[in-house]
Nanobody
Framework: QVQLVESGGGLVQAGGSLRLSCAAS????????MGWYRQAPGKEREWVAG???????NYADSVKGRFTISRDKAKNTVYLQMDSLKPEDTAVYYC?????????WGQGTQVTVSS
């Protein structure tokens, strides 16, 4: 099965931007629907954004208008562009890939937004 590795997390001031990457290995994931999730300390993991195998996107209300999910199938990579970051965006961000038969999670990358 495909393996996913997130990168691009870090420390940023409120109002700043980060771009997260989710790189796949082992096989192409052109047929996967991809998503980003996040988990803040003391909270449950929540869905942030998703993109289908044909490029349709959707977002949680909390990030709509600020975050953009995209994919580059030639590079087997999914991105999450995060703009206008807020302290409440602080969390570990996880990449997920799904088909009708498979669910794959990455290990996560830390995003910290300072006030």
């Amino acid at each position: 099965q495909v393996q996913l590795v997130e990168s691009g997390g870090g420390l940023v001031q409120a109002g700043g931007s980060l771009r997260l990457s989710c790189a796949a290995s082992g096989r192409t994931f052109s047929s996967y629907a991809m998503g980003w999730y996040r988990q803040a300390p003391g909270k449950e993991r929540e869905w942030v954004a998703g993109i289908t195998s044909v490029g349709s996107t959707n977002y949680a209300d909390s990030v709509k208008g600020r975050f953009t999910i995209s994919r580059d199938k030639a590079k087997n990579t999914v991105y999450l562009q995060m703009d206008s970051l807020k302290p409440e965006d602080t969390a570990v961000y996880y990449c997920k890939g799904t088909t009708v038969q498979t669910v794959v999670w990455g290990q996560g990358t830390q995003v910290t937004v300072s006030s």
